[in-house]
């Protein structure tokens, strides 16, 4: 699977929205974007994913850029609850395979 | 949503004891669910990955015997540390893929483990 990079750690003011990027500049044609979350001494909570289009959920929206090689991740509006370590992984769709977690960015709303 | 459980929560067990985790898919079938482990201020470890009616596939470096799992049921998998030391005190984590669309995998909130 492809590796991802992102930054260790972002701020973000309550009730502005948060942008987190994800570098994947070695992902293949067939490898979506998915993002988990983890909130402190929880299990991961899937987000959402993409293939080329931007998705938007509930949640948060997904911004893919045209060659793929990068995303970002919005949270509208942060709330307190939204601080949590934010996962960008790059994988197949339609097989049952691993996630690989990289180190994640640090996700702190301020308020 | 797909939920997916585990129980206990937590567990506080003696150096040398077994202890048994369980995941279950609450309301969809998973033909596959994978057990991690997360150290404190590290990322999630894939431990193996659990196929239903056969033989579980260890990572490099996971002791087969010494983290048994069970994977007998299309709701329920198992994961037994025996002989646990103070150094296998971690966060098990579990996820079910659905078996079929996209495969996605949801997270259990996990097992905190300690031993003492």
């Known amino acids: 699977d492809a590796k991802t990079t992102q930054p260790p750690s972002m701020d973000c003011a309550e009730g502005r929205a948060a942008n987190l990027p994800c570098n994947h500049s070695?992902?293949?044609?067939?490898?979506?974007v998915y993002w988990y979350r983890q909130i402190h001494s929880q299990g991961p909570q899937y987000i959402i994913h993409?293939?080329?289009n931007n998705e938007t959920n509930e949640m948060a929206s997904l911004i893919i850029t045209e060659d793929r090689k990068s995303s970002t991740l919005i949270l509208p509006h942060a709330t307190l609850r939204d601080t949590a370590v934010y996962y960008c992984?790059?994988?197949?769709?339609?097989?049952?395979?691993?996630?690989?977690f990289g180190s994640g960015t640090q996700l702190t709303v301020l308020p | 949503g797909a939920v997916v459980s585990q129980h206990p929560s937590r567990v506080i067990c003696k150096s040398g004891t077994s202890v048994k985790i369980e995941c279950r898919s609450l309301?969809?079938?998973?033909?596959?669910m994978f057990w991690y482990r997360q150290f404190p201020k590290q990322s999630l470890m894939l431990m193996a990955t659990?196929?239903?009616?056969?033989?579980?596939?260890?990572e490099q470096g996971v002791e087969k015997d010494k983290f048994l799992i069970n994977h007998a049921s299309l709701t329920l998998s198992t994961l037994t540390v025996t002989s646990a030391h103070p150094e296998d005190s971690s966060f098990y984590i579990c996820?079910?893929?659905?078996?079929?669309?996209?495969?996605?995998?949801?997270f259990g909130p996990g097992t905190r483990l300690t031993v003492t």
């Open positions: 996820s079910a893929a659905l078996t079929s669309g996209n495969h996605e995998q949801y």
């Open positions: 070695t992902i293949s044609g067939n490898e979506y």
């Open positions: 993409g293939l080329k």
């Open positions: 992984i790059v994988r197949p769709s339609g097989s049952a395979r691993q996630l690989t």
């Open positions: 309301d969809f079938q998973a033909t596959t």
């Open positions: 659990s196929n239903e009616g056969s033989k579980a596939t260890y």
